[in-house]
């Protein structure tokens, strides 16, 4: 049996830059750990699978170590395999998840979620969660539903600086952690760290913003935002604070399609 397979670069207009994922359309489901064991060989942060279900399509997002509820890159990535290579021609594309109904459309070379909003709240800070950031203290420290702890530092240089120890990040009970602050040229920078789930740093992330949204609307009084996730790779990401829903707009290019060879 063979599978297509798409590799897109997205939150970005620019090869190689913004976040790198797998997208393998499927007629029927495979079973999870085939799914898993796809991702695991693409060693990219996500790898996105979706059957066509009547005018929706089923999402599914795995790590190379786990199944996770929510990933925005891959879901831009989705769209534009969808749009692209698949002659979908409505305006917008509805995404059945784990985390409900997730919608994108289309905006000249933008693609626009719609996913629900993650606000945080104050939270305890973990035994050693500043300590493997590599960090003596920070501003506030939030949590999101999302699982992600939400570490706020005093400038972008602060957050560039970042330097943790994955190994012992890893023993924090979290989906992951988010580093933010102001930023220089834009609203606000970010960085992501996962290696409970697999990804030590994420270039850039969707669904991170579904928490820092409504945190730096709140904090600039402002719903209509533009942030740069400053990972190595960096992206950049256009953002809209809608209340219980969060709009986040990316771009997108494509690096390879091929074929996988299941025995």
């Not at 996105?48 to 929706?56: E, I, M, R």
């Not at 809209?240 to 494509?254: F, K, T, Y």
Request: glycine fraction near 8%; hydrophobic fraction near 45%.
């Amino acid at each position: 049996m063979t599978l297509p397979i798409y590799q897109v670069d997205a939150f970005t207009s620019h090869l190689f830059q913004g976040n790198p994922a797998a997208v393998v359309p499927l007629e029927s489901w495979l079973s999870k750990q085939e799914m898993l064991h796809i991702a695991a060989e693409n060693n990219l942060a996500e790898t996105a699978f979706f059957v066509k279900s009547g005018v929706d399509f089923d999402l599914k997002w795995f790590t190379p170590a786990v199944e996770i509820d929510l990933c925005g890159h891959a879901t831009v990535a989705s769209a534009k395999v969808i749009y692209d290579f698949l002659g979908y021609e409505e305006s917008e594309i509805r995404f059945q998840s784990n985390s409900g109904l997730l919608t994108v459309r289309k905006d000249g070379s933008k693609f626009i979620l719609n996913f629900p909003a993650n606000a945080p709240v104050a939270s305890t800070i973990p035994e050693g969660l500043l300590q493997h950031l590599g960090l003596t203290q920070a501003v506030e420290v939030l949590k999101g539903r999302t699982n992600d702890y939400v570490v706020v530092l005093g400038s972008q240089a602060d957050v560039a600086a970042v330097s943790p120890d994955f190994r012992a990040l890893k023993s924090v009970d979290a989906r992951g952690v988010i580093v933010t602050a102001p930023g220089d040229e834009v609203d606000f920078v970010s960085r992501f760290f996962g290696p409970a789930v697999g990804v030590d740093e994420d270039p850039v992330t969707g669904s991170a913003h579904t928490v820092l949204v409504p945190y730096w609307a709140k904090k600039l009084n402002k719903t209509e935002l533009f942030a740069r996730q400053i990972s190595q790779r960096g992206g950049e990401l256009w953002l809209q604070s809608l209340g219980d829903r969060v709009e986040i707009a990316g771009e997108a290019v494509v690096y390879l399609k091929g074929e996988i060879f299941l025995s």
